[in-house]
Structures are given as structure tokens and as C-alpha cells.
């Protein structure tokens, strides 16, 4: 196990908390090493590598003008600042490799404003209760992860790429999913930056590298009666095929599509009576007004064997959290012999290419898929389950996806480009961190393309 290796003194912390005056913070060493860890356990790579990684203390900003005055701190002694969400993240994100500050967002949750469209609301805010918030206006977020009833808003933007919601709006990525984020640099006197349309794209899937966020503004959907059904079929195949043709049923108003191969279902808990022993299923979530259209499009084709009104309130699991990496955590809860990958496949031929890729490693690897747009055109991500032996094989298992023509965004590395389908860092966001972060003290070891200012060679 990789024990925590610390750059920060005694001296430093003592200074900190000094400059800091009276923001919450604890150096408990039990709270403070729980809160320096995510779900990169589903990783077995990573759950070598960070299992004993900790920050030295937590802190917890109760507004904007607490994190600048924890920003200046950091700056001025030259402590490593880790920013912080709900931890519900796969890579590590938030996990301090450096020691240092944790800085725990979480009671940051206030809605600054919204109006038909649109929000401004602090990072903190849990996705669920910005949800509950704004129905009653009519209104809901465009996307959320698998972990929405936990996951905040700003750990979404600055850890995600998409999820439910993304076969309707495409990713975080897409123009206009992102319209405006506000970051504290750190700086020995922080400066406060407004990022507008384009330019808040430097903070996404950043892991907190570009700037603390102590606001955001993203767009809203309109906030449909969704219908989660269960639908099964003979196979995984027969499950991409209905998928696709949902996907691609313009009319049809849909949140999640997603067909996920058995022995899958067979691990879905109090799911389990609803997914026919051998059989693949799809979860979906369609719109009240849109269910009898999905229901024509089906058919005979395959068996609605769950449907409900779907609820984020407590007493009810969302059929939701069976998919995105949910299905993978579904498994893991019985088999820890068991990890993921992150795919994209490209949108030609796309069910041919995703059944030779799955029929390559029979019992090896079982199918799941999620249904979304990217750059215009429906196409499936996946997130396929497969039973781990080596690294040498994982990496064996990669390339062969890739050599495929299926893009995978690493999920067993713990840097940007590593981790990145495109195996490097974003050119803005790379040259804005030399912006805000001239000595490369936010999230120090997720960015492996920085050089500080402070190691620049002068002259």
C-alpha cells in the first residue's frame, strides 16, 4: 500500500491555520483520511496506488470570501490545495497526493438565482435537491451522474463528462452545456474570475486543477413526469438494437437508455425480480407523454417487466443508479474481482462494432452501454464490466479497444492526460493552470503536464 508522502511541515500548517482565522477545519486524522478518499477502489490499479493517500487537514468554506482567504493561505506558504465535493468520483480526483489542504465545498450549497432556463448556485449544492428545488418552477438539470442523490453540482462539472440526460444534451462538453463558471486563483492575492460560455470549459474535468469554482451557472430542461421501465430481451444484441432505434426516435423524449448484458441484471438486488434469468436488459426513462410511443416502437420486440414514475426521494431506488458506473458498483457489491473500462465507440456502424467487441472476450468482459450524443450524432458510451487478472492484461484489453476504433478514457490512471481519450491535457486549460496556479499547488500530481513557474528553468 502507497503510504500518504506529505510536503507540507508542521511550520506551514501551524501558519495556515493562523492566517485563516476562524474557518471550519479538523485534523482529526480519521475524518480527515475518509474525506481524502473517493470510489477509486473500483479501480484495483488505483486502490493500490492511493489507498493511503490523505491530506493533512480538511477545511470548509462557508462562502466565496472563505475560500480566498484559504486560497492566499495556501499560496503564501506553499501548501497543496486539494478541492472537494461529495468524493463520489472514480479517479481519484480528490484525492490528495501531496498532502496538504482538503477543501471540503460540500456547505457551499446556496442558489444564488434562476429564471426559465438557467441557474447560478454555489458549488456545493447536491444535484438531487437542486432538482427538488426547481421542478416546482417547472425546471430540472439538463444531466446528472448515476450519483446524483449524493454528487454536487460543482464536483459533476469539474470530475464528469455526462451521464443521464446526455442522449437528449450530449456531454459537458457540447456548446452551451456549461454557460458561465466563477474560480478563486491561487495566487498570494487571489483574484476572482467570471468564465462565460466557452471559456468556462477550462474548468471542466479539470479535477480542480484550474481554479477553485465558487459558482456555476448551468443550463436547465424542461422537468418532464419520467416513466423508468425495465425492458428485457433474449439478448444484449436484440437490447443495443430497440436502444438504438429509441435513440434515434427524435420525437420520442427520452433520459437514459441503456442495455446492459447478463449476468449483469442478476446482480441488481431488489431489481432482480424484474431482469429474467439470461436475459439482457434496458433501463430506460422516458417522458409520461412519450410512453406510448416508446411502447409502439418496442413492440413484441421485448418485455416491459418494471415500469413506475420515477422519484429521487428517499424509499425508492432509482432505476438510474443500475446504470452509469452504478452497474459496475451493482457487481462489485458481491465481486470484488471485477472492474471497468470507458469506451466510445464511434457512430458508424455502431452495433456491429459494439457486438464484435463484445463477442472478442467471451466471459471476460460483459456488455453495458449508454446511449448519448457526441458532436451532433447518437453513439453509445460503455462501460463494460470485466473481470480483472493483471495489469498487463488490462492494458492488453485496452489496446485491442483501441485498435479497434473505440476511443477509452482510462479509468485506472489518476492524471488528466492519462485518463483522456485524446491522452493529453487540453491545451486551454493547461496554459490557463499556468495562469492561475503559477506554482502548481491545486490538486499537485493530476495535471502530469505542468511545469510550475517555480521550476521553470529562468534566464
Not at 481524502?36 to 490523505?54: E, H, V
Request: net charge negative; with cysteine.
Amino acid at each position: 500500500m502507497t503510504q500518504s508522502l506529505s510536503t507540507v511541515t508542521d511550520g506551514q500548517l501551524v501558519d495556515f491555520r493562523d492566517a485563516i482565522g476562524d474557518i471550519p477545519l479538523t485534523a482529526d486524522p480519521g475524518i480527515v483520511r475518509r474525506r481524502s478518499r473517493d470510489f477509486f477502489w473500483y479501480s484495483p490499479i488505483l486502490n493500490q496506488q492511493l489507498a493511503g493517500k490523505t491530506a493533512d487537514l480538511l477545511v470548509t468554506p462557508r462562502d466565496e470570501a472563505d475560500v480566498i482567504r484559504v486560497a492566499a493561505a495556501c499560496a503564501r506558504f506553499g501548501i497543496p490545495l486539494t478541492p472537494r465535493g461529495a468524493g463520489t468520483g472514480n479517479y481519484g480526483q480528490a484525492v490528495p497526493l501531496a498532502g496538504g489542504v482538503l477543501l471540503d465545498l460540500s456547505e457551499m450549497t446556496k442558489i444564488e438565482w434562476h429564471k426559465p432556463g438557467v441557474v447560478r448556485v454555489e458549488p456545493g449544492s447536491v444535484m438531487a435537491d437542486l432538482d427538488a428545488a426547481l421542478q416546482p418552477q417547472g425546471w430540472e438539470l439538463r444531466m446528472h451522474p448515476s450519483t446524483k442523490r449524493k454528487a454536487t453540482i460543482g464536483g459533476f462539472i469539474a470530475g464528469g463528462s455526462g451521464g443521464v440526460g446526455s442522449i437528449g444534451y450530449g456531454g459537458l462538453r457540447e456548446p452551451g452545456n456549461i454557460l458561465a463558471a466563477r474560480i478563486v486563483t491561487l495566487e498570494n492575492e487571489p483574484r476572482v474570475l467570471e468564465l462565460r460560455g466557452d471559456a468556462a470549459q477550462k474548468i471542466n474535468r479539470a479535477y480542480g486543477t484550474t481554479g477553485i469554482i465558487t459558482s456555476l451557472e448551468p443550463p436547465l430542461a424542461p422537468a418532464w413526469p419520467w416513466i423508468e421501465m425495465i425492458v428485457a430481451f433474449e439478448s444484449f444484441g436484440e437490447a443495443m438494437a430497440f436502444g438504438y432505434d429509441a435513440a434515434l426516435a427524435d420525437g420520442i423524449v427520452k433520459k437514459l437508455l441503456s442495455p446492459i448484458a447478463w449476468p449483469l441484471p442478476s446482480f441488481f438486488g431488489e431489481m432482480r425480480d424484474a431482469c429474467p434469468e439470461g436475459q439482457a436488459v434496458l433501463i430506460a426513462m422516458v417522458a409520461a407523454p412519450s410512453l406510448e410511443s416508446f411502447k409502439a416502437l418496442l413492440g413484441h420486440r421485448g418485455a416491459i417487466t418494471l415500469e413506475r414514475q420515477s422519484s429521487d426521494r428517499a424509499g425508492q431506488v432509482p432505476l438510474y443508479e443500475y446504470t452509469w458506473n452504478h452497474t459496475t458498483l451493482q457487481m462489485l457489491k458481491t465481486d470484488r474481482g471485477v472492474t471497468y473500462l470507458q469506451c466510445l465507440f464511434p457512430h458508424d456502424d455502431l452495433l456491429a462494432k459494439v457486438a464484435a467487441m463484445t463477442n472478442r472476450f467471451p466471459g471476460e468482459i460483459h456488455g453495458h452501454c449508454e446511449f448519448i450524443r457526441f458532436g451532433g450524432r447518437v453513439t453509445a458510451s460503455a462501460l463494460p464490466v470485466l473481470h480483472y487478472t493483471t495489469p498487463e492484461r488490462l492494458d492488453e484489453i485496452i489496446a485491442i479497444h483501441e485498435a479497434g476504433g473505440v476511443m477509452v478514457a482510462n479509468p485506472h490512471v489518476v492524471t488528466l492526460e492519462d485518463g483522456s481519450r485524446h491522452k493529453r491535457a487540453d491545451a486551454d486549460q493547461l496554459g490557463f493552470k499556468r495562469e492561475v496556479d503559477p506554482k502548481g499547488l491545486l490538486n499537485p500530481g493530476k495535471m502530469r503536464s505542468f511545469i510550475p513557474v517555480s521550476a521553470t528553468p529562468q534566464g
